[in-house]
């Protein structure tokens, strides 16, 4: 069972405490992208964060507190967002528009991304489990969206099939976080979005045909 990771802090004040360290997540990400975790030091996050190391260490333990409330924010920033898709509606025009709606969170969120997946990795074995289930709730979305379409016969696809999408979706949509220093010199986030969900459904299509075929 994977739990939240308790941060301690010896400020009382909660509202106080998430004003904080909202400015550490601002400050970390930015330094996180320049230079990465490990050159990082806990000084130069009071520093960005705009305030003294002294503070910086009421609200946090170590480092990697720091790290941890990153990771947490930016998957807690995307969940929320991608909580106003149509889960129900089952069809493929509302399954593409919660493709549509997802890669735009993630071009507005391109730094938080990058620095996501180049730092999760050095989170301790406590709390890696926890952040990742996070991501597994998100894929679960698309899944939702995938199999209400499978239930209405606008797809028919195997369950493997629908959980490989679902994965495939959401990659596809941090592909644009992770690789647009190469994916921007040709095209921009709607054509990104155009080109990635033409593929997506012609290899559903593709694959609908071929069994066919092969029945």
């Known amino acids: 069972m994977t739990v939240k990771r308790e941060i301690q802090a010896s400020v009382k004040d909660e509202q106080l405490v998430e004003k904080r360290r909202n400015q550490m997540i601002r400050g970390a990400v930015s330094l996180f992208k320049e230079k990465g975790f490990h050159r990082t030091t806990t000084r130069e996050i009071a520093r960005a964060a705009g305030f003294s190391i002294g503070t910086l260490y009421e609200y946090i333990r170590t480092k990697e507190d720091v790290l941890f409330l990153v990771c947490d924010s930016i998957y807690e920033q995307v969940r929320n967002r991608l909580s106003s898709m149509d889960l129900e509606r089952g ?15 993630i071009d507005e969120m391109q730094d938080e991304v990058l620095v996501m997946y180049q730092e999760a990795k050095v989170l301790s ?91």
Request: net charge negative; charged share 25%; with cysteine.
């Open 91 to 105: 069809t493929l025009e509302s399954l593409k528009l919660g493709i549509d709606h997802y890669f735009r969170i």
């Open 125 to 215: 074995n406590e709390a890696l489990p926890y952040v990742l289930r996070k991501e597994l709730e998100m894929v679960g979305m698309f899944e939702k969206l995938i199999s209400r379409c499978v239930e209405n016969g606008e797809l028919d696809i195997s369950n493997e099939h629908q959980q490989l999408l679902a994965h495939n979706i959401f990659v596809q949509g941090q592909m644009w976080g992770f690789r647009r220093w190469a994916l921007q010199k040709t095209c921009s986030i709607d054509d990104y979005i155009c080109l990635q969900t033409d593929l997506l459904f012609s290899g559903i299509k593709g694959f609908k045909r071929q069994m066919e075929v092969g029945g």
